[in-house]
């Protein structure tokens, strides 16, 4: 299985290939766009800030790739928000693959990013095959995606919000499946089953 991640100024990269390593899956990292068109399942991480990623993306192409992929994308964090709409980051217009707009935490009394280990409920579809409910998973983000049709894992970090989507063959998490132990690695390796 050829799975490939999507080499970009804003990739969690190396915990990502980690956990695929762990797997027994060894990723091709790549911004060419045959390569990523080629590849069986592709893998979009990214920890960093939303205007000057979409930026990037642009100026690679890769926000035309992104969008005409046919095979399973795994968005992580940031790559999950990316697949958006918009941001209120920046004010950033995003791939627009998922209805949604990224809101920021607003909040008195949270710490704000929320950073550390937090469960996650309402799981639904392949992804989340043998994971319990209200497991717990981490967290590091300033930004969430709120909930909708297309919502297949909440969170509560004093609001709810999407913890994972699904939209056709595009599946994202908010949380850190790369170090998220074995429920991170169960969703990995769910999503390469696909």
Known sequence: MKVAIVKYNAGNVESVKNALNRLNIAPILTDDAETLKSA???????????????????????????KSLTQPV??????????????????????????????????????????????IFDLNGKLFQGVANDSYVYFVHSFYVETGAETIAVCNYEIKFSAAVNYKNFYAVQFHAEKSGAVGASVLENFLKI
């Open 74 to 119: 795994l968005g992580i964090c940031l790559g999950m928000q990316l697949l958006c709409e918009s941001s209120d980051e920046n004010e950033t217009d995003c791939l627009g693959i998922l209805p949604y707009r990224v809101r920021r935490f607003e909040s008195e009394n949270l710490k704000i990013p929320q950073i550390g280990w937090n469960n």
């Open 40 to 66: 069986d399942k592709i893998i979009f991480p990214g920890v960093g800030e939303a205007s000057t990623a979409m930026r990037f993306l642009r100026e690679k192409n890769l926000d035309k790739v992104i």
